[in-house]
């Protein structure tokens, strides 16, 4: 019986010991999870009922413009609505996705030094459901510093680790730099980026991070390899997997461990060839972020309906035979058609990081 068969969890939010059991059984199985950002409960929803429809557990992850944007964009103080936002859809998750008879990886996204008060809070809050209900209110957050000097970087991961480690929450660190930019977080790609080194981790900078982070509490790595945030045209990037190949096996030989000891990160998953999807997930990734295709799905599937139904989208009454568009504009029409070609491209990503059918909720 394999490691996957063995391990089962109740459905719902995932943190602590069992998000661990959750990720490696992705790595034994060979299978990633995508992670999701959303910024409404619309592709939330969706999001579950994917994971749901093709039994597969998913991650659910906010970048702090996402946070925001779900606490209202009118909210005049930016920090109060990224804290609250992200607080709010964790909530909705912890209720709803075992309902859904899912397990959701409950994370943020991107936060540089300008937004590491943003993970302060949200650990607080953490801090709060913990003393609650004994789990805290996120598996984990991310801390990008990867634009810092490596030292200053781990230091400030470090500290952050210390304070999420005894909830169980796992720190997503980045090491180098992955192109293109997420929420105005990031590098946006320029000429002569194609080969640039910053765009692929050094090995030995990914065996410091072990030094520092392993003793303190469980971290996973954004390792650039050549990934970007959002979709180029083709020849714009360049993509070295075996990059997380060899940080694992740097990692491995130098502390005599298991192969593949690395929980690896896979940043910038859309528009990806499948192949290149494949090598990574073999390497050691159990999560993909998948931000752009899904964007694109939602407002996709939105505006089939208003080319199908463009008169009820100016209309409340047909102009020339009084007929109602009420059934066509109400909200739940179009934007029901949103979440359907969402849960179409997520099926197709879980597909491809070979999640179906995987869940380990019962
Ligand atoms: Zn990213």
Same mark, same amino acid.
């Given at each position: 019986m394999s490691v996957h068969e063995a391990t089962r969890l109740k459905p719902g939010a995932v943190t602590g010991k069992e998000y661990r059991l959750l990720l490696k059984a992705c790595k034994d199985g060979g299978y990633a999870l995508p992670a999701v950002n959303v910024v409404g409960t619309n592709v939330l929803n969706a999001v579950m009922e994917t994971a749901a429809k093709a039994k597969s557990d998913v991650i659910i992850q906010m970048s702090n413009g996402g946070a925001r944007f779900f606490a209202g964009e009118a909210l005049p103080d930016a920090h109060m609505a990224r804290v609250l936002g992200a607080t709010s859809v964790a909530q909705h998750v912890h209720l709803l996705a075992k309902e859904y008879g899912i397990c959701a990886v409950l994370h943020t996204d991107h936060a540089n030094r300008k937004l590491v008060p943003w993970v302060d809070a949200l650990i607080d809050r953490s801090e709060e459901h913990f003393a609650r209900t004994g789990k805290p209110l996120f598996s984990s957050h991310m801390l990008d510093?990867?634009?810092? +000097?490596i030292e200053d970087n781990l230091k400030e991961c470090a500290r952050v680790l210390k304070r999420m480690a005894p909830m169980g929450m796992s720190l997503e660190i980045e090491l180098g730099v992955t192109g293109g930019e997420e929420d105005g977080i990031g590098h946006e790609l320029g000429e002569g @980026? *194609?080969?640039? +080194?910053?765009?692929y981790t050094q090995p030995e900078d990914v065996l410091r991070a072990y030094d520092v982070l392993s003793p303190l509490g469980h971290f996973t790595v954004a390792a650039s390899f050549g990934n970007v945030h959002g979709v180029y045209a083709p020849g714009n990037v360049k993509l070295r997997p075996v990059i997380l190949k060899n940080s694992q096996d740097l990692v491995m030989k130098t502390h005599k461990l298991? +192969?593949? +000891?690395l929980d690896l990160v896979f940043h910038g998953g859309s528009g990806t060839p499948n192949a290149l999807i494949r090598e990574a997930v073999s390497y050691g990734v159990f999560k993909m972020n998948i931000d752009t295709d899904l964007q694109f799905a939602f407002a996709h599937g939105v505006a089939a309906e208003v080319d199908a139904n463009p008169k009820a989208f100016k209309h409340q009454? @047909?102009? *020339? @035979?009084?007929?109602?568009y009420k059934k066509l504009y109400d909200p739940r029409k179009w934007l029901r058609a949103g979440e359907l070609s969402v849960v179409a491209r997520l099926e197709e990503a879980m597909n491809d990081l070979g999640s179906v059918g995987k869940s380990l909720a019962v």
């Open positions: 510093l990867s634009s810092e +000097p @980026d *194609v080969g640039n +080194p910053k765009l298991n +192969p593949k +000891p009454v @047909d102009p *020339v @035979d009084q007929k109602p």
